[in-house]
């Protein structure tokens, strides 16, 4: 048996979930009473597993290093989440979210995982409406629905702009209640510093208390990690300032493998970067691209302001190259065409670095459909207008303020002006269909696994994912590893592995402090950001890739020579956490690199410049590269690779077209 054994279950694709959960093995209630669970994180992933597993019986422990799970980044997602449960009676249905999630991931991604989410999608919003989402409803009382890029249907469930938010507040209410019962225990403003191996299997972590300083064992009979992304390698990104890699890439270090590294999200609707002093960059969500249209001028290097350019000299570039699905291609197209537009001069703003999203047809449309329902027949524009913008303020009024607070432009009256940047990433520690990685006991939930994306997530689909993981799957499939454990007793953290572990951990953190160098932690994290965003971020070359691999690695022995960390190690000490995060950014940009450089095709995300077809989009090559790259650690810059090969049994392999 190779190392890579996804455990996909036999027979149709249809029905592989639905047999699989009626042969898994269980656990009974009295015996889920003695098992132990540690879980990493309490965004939608962490908070939805904790609630769903100790409503089950289970022991659990949760862990974050915000100060409450209301702070986990989950909460700052906008624009909704997909579901496939045809409201709108427009054609939708499991299959479609399925295949249009597996054609949106250029054919990278697992079959039996995607087909899965999209079979446990419809759940989710019930549950969530039993919670009391508030989820936007139409006139009548039913839930509504937007569109989202890479789709011809409205599947994408909202609450204004703040959907995350209001997801967040869900799960948590359901958490709070289990912490309330006494069925989990939660730990805020710790840090997990490393996982704890016991025989091969994990048996539960080390932590930080950020407040004192000191270091806490934790044991778990399995050990959940719902730890999100590390988008935040590239400095500036759409992450909260938090996000990082430390607990996956700990996992990585003890065996876990790290799937399709390179595999990063650049997401296109984002508030342009102002200058050198930004820390993070501000999304706006994709379901702006719903009603706003998106331009720039048809004369390069045009100085004009935006209202004063005529239609007839504005090229609506989406809606030229893809008539079929215009603004609402999926996302890693509509970066790249914005980028390209922009590097051959057309773009707009200060920095030529911007594309327009003009909500200007929106608001006559919606003005005009106001006017014939209140029986106006000779409405003014004027009242067309005042008409329109509220309809887009009760749709999208928290982002168009968050703009306008940002910006200092109103965008009511003038367009928005975006850009790419990094956001999602569909990378991550590698899983079975247990959702298990390659330590047994050690499992990865939501944006910390390498997901159900392949190379390019689909707009609303990572709220799916991180809910569908924690309510959905890992209540059933946690059961198939702890049904053989309920003869293992709660092991003491006195063990010699828990102590080993504890001081490999206190080592690290007094070597950081030691060093007492000259330059702070910012200045190697927006060095790291800046070669990633140039070499590795929206396009990728050889020669590129070789350079950066270098420079990460000068990068890493000057970090570990000349970085200065003020203040004490035993007590609150934001810049020595940071420290920690960035030493471990500094591992995975360089692993990053080194998966870019091995997939010598594009797709999704990862475009190399050398394979692009004619029209400038990614040219797979499918003979060589169907496959899952998982790394394996080794050593310092040394990592193995392992494949696991993707087969289409339900779908058709084509070049991705949206025109």
């Not at 930080?208 to 778990?220: I, K, Q």
């Not at 394996?632 to 990592?639: A, L």
Request: proline share 3%; hydrophobic share 35%; aromatic share 10%.
């Amino acid at each position: 048996m190779t190392k890579l054994d996804a455990k996909i279950p036999e027979g149709s694709l249809a029905e592989k979930w639905t047999k699989y959960q009626s042969s898994v093995p269980l656990v009974n209630p009295a015996n889920k009473r003695s098992l132990e669970i540690v879980i990493v994180g309490s965004g939608l992933a962490g908070a939805s597993a904790a609630a769903s597993l100790a409503e089950l019986g289970y022991k659990v422990k949760v862990f974050c290093f915000q100060d409450s799970p209301r702070r986990a980044h989950s909460i700052a997602a906008q624009g909704g989440i997909n579901a496939a449960k045809n409201y709108q009676n427009d054609g939708d249905s499991v299959y479609r979210l399925f295949y249009d999630t597996i054609k949106g991931g250029d054919y990278r991604a697992r079959e039996a995982n995607v087909h899965r989410l999209a079979e446990v999608s419809g759940n989710i919003i019930d549950q969530c409406v039993a919670q009391g989402v508030p989820f936007a409803r139409e006139y009548g009382g039913l839930l509504s629905n937007r569109s989202f890029g890479g789709t011809q249907v409205q599947r994408t469930f909202y609450a204004a702009g703040q959907t995350g938010q209001q997801l967040l507040l869900g799960a948590y209410s359901a958490l709070q209640r289990q912490v309330g019962m006494g069925n989990v225990k939660m730990y805020t403003r710790h840090e997990m510093l490393d996982v704890v191996t016991i025989d091969g299997k994990a048996r539960g972590i080390i932590a930080r208390d950020s407040v004192t300083g000191a270091l806490e064992r934790h044991f778990g009979h399995a050990v959940l990690l719902c730890t999100g992304g590390y988008g935040n390698v590239f400095y500036l990104s759409t992450n909260a300032m938090g996000s990082n890699v430390t607990a996956a890439w700990k996992a990585h270090k003890k065996g876990a493998f790290f799937a399709n590294p390179c595999y990063t999200q650049i997401h296109p609707t984002c508030i342009p970067v102002s200058g050198d002093h930004q820390s993070k960059l501000t999304l706006m969500s994709e379901s702006l691209r719903n009603d706003g249209r998106i331009w720039v001028p048809k004369k390069q290097n045009d100085n004009r302001k935006a209202n004063e350019i005529p239609e007839d000299e504005r090229d609506y570039y989406l809606e030229r190259r893809y008539p079929a699905f215009g603004n609402l291609v999926p996302r890693d197209i509509a970066s790249r065409a914005a980028k390209e537009r922009c590097d051959a001069g057309y773009g707009v703003g200060t920095s030529k670095m911007a594309v327009y999203l003009d909500y200007a047809a929106a608001i006559i449309r919606y003005g005009k459909g106001e006017a014939n329902k209140n029986n106006m027949h000779n409405p003014s524009d004027e009242e067309i207008q005042a008409m329109g913008k509220a309809v887009v303020k009760e749709k999208y009024g928290n982002l168009f303020d968050m703009y306008k607070q940002i910006t200092g432009e109103d965008p009511y009256e003038v367009p928005m002006r975006i850009y790419p940047a990094v956001h999602y990433t569909m990378g991550g520690l590698w899983v079975d269909y247990n959702l298990m990685t390659t330590v047994p006991g050690l499992y990865a939930l939501g944006e910390a696994n390498f997901s159900d994306h392949g190379a390019n997530r689909l707009g609303a689909s990572a709220l799916m994912q991180g809910l569908a993981d924690g309510y959905f799957v890992i209540p059933y499939t946690i059961g198939n590893y702890l049904a053989s454990e309920i003869r293992t007793p709660a092991m003491s953290t006195d063990s010699e592995a828990f102590v080993a572990a504890e001081k490999e951990v206190r080592d690290r953190l007094e070597t950081l402090m030691n060093i007492k160098g000259s330059k702070p932690v910012d200045y190697f994290h927006k060095r790291l950001g800046k070669i990633m965003w140039d070499e590795c971020g929206m396009a990728r070359s050889a020669e590129g890739l070789k350079a950066s691999i270098k420079e990460i690695q000068a990068l890493q022995k000057e970090f570990w020579s000349d970085v200065k960390i003020p203040g004490e190690i035993d007590n609150l000490n934001p810049e020595l956490e940071k420290a920690g995060r960035v030493a471990d950014f500094l591992e995975l940009g360089e692993l990053m690199c080194i998966d870019a450089l091995d997939r010598n095709e594009s797709c999704g995300g990862h475009f190399r410049t050398e394979y692009q077809t004619e029209d400038g989009e990614a040219l797979r090559d499918d003979e060589n590269y169907a496959y899952v790259a998982a790394w394996e650690y080794e050593k310092q810059s040394t990592f193995k690779l392992h494949k696991e090969e993707l087969k289409y049994e339900n779908i058709k392999i084509a070049q991705r077209s949206y025109k």
